[in-house]
């Protein structure tokens, strides 16, 4: 089976460079609702098992113009395993506030994984981000084992870098070798031994919106 990962579309925070973590949201911008029909569109004739999103506005709004376009009538399930990530005090600042404030956490939360310590920021780690994520696919790929069968799920930059990352079995060091998440970009792993291993199929995938990005696309 297939899992089809989608960042949610871009925000007013995203363009203004802030982080919106696990709690904070804003509203997609316009250019951000046609892009999600864009990528609909080019998701018609698909057939989906279920549509799955992150409780958080932006994500869920995405869900739903994603299935709307694609014309399907599935409901969009949300779940909280798809969440951003919650990063406590950086949440609601700009990432020039938080580099200021929060050096090495914020470095180390963008380049080095592996270091990266949220106990002061009274935020979540790594190691549980992925965990709940490999526990949001498994229980997919278990309830969908057939091979033809297909997810759509739509959460976050931060978030799926990391769970991605997990459910490939990239070492935390190693989670961003691939490079951040545009929004509304599409990302495809596939299993076959019912969500134990997870095999790379698309990364990134942004075509389809008909321009090139831009640099808060990736933030």
């Known amino acids: 089976m297939e899992i089809y990962f989608v960042r949610h579309g871009k925000t007013e925070w995203n363009l203004a460079g802030r982080f919106q973590g696990g709690h904070g949201d804003s509203p997609l911008l316009p250019q951000s609702l046609a892009d999600i029909k864009k990528l609909g569109h080019y998701l018609r004739g698909t057939e989906f098992a279920a549509i799955y999103a992150s409780p958080l506005p932006r994500a869920y709004q995405t869900a739903c113009g994603i299935r709307d376009a694609m014309g399907s009538q599935l409901p969009v399930i949300k779940d909280e395993r798809l969440r951003e990530f919650n990063l406590g005090k950086l949440e ?71 769970i991605m990352g997990g459910l490939l079995g990239y070492p935390l060091a190693e989670l961003r070798k ?37 640099a808060t696309d990736l933030l």
């Open 92 to 162: 609601g600042m700009t990432f020039k506030e938080a580099a200021e404030k929060f050096p090495v956490q914020v470095k180390n939360f963008w380049d080095a994984p592996d270091k990266y310590d949220p106990t002061e920021l009274a935020g979540e780690s790594y190691p549980q981000i992925i965990a709940r994520g490999k526990s949001f696919a498994r229980a997919v790929a278990a309830k969908y084992p057939y091979p033809d069968d297909k997810v759509l799920a739509v959460s976050h930059g931060a978030a799926l870098c990391a």
């Open 178 to 214: 691939h490079g951040g998440l545009g929004n509304t970009s599409l990302t495809i792993l596939a299993t076959d031994d019912q969500g134990q291993s997870f095999q790379k199929v698309v990364w990134n995938q942004t075509d389809y919106l008909g321009r090139k990005l831009s």
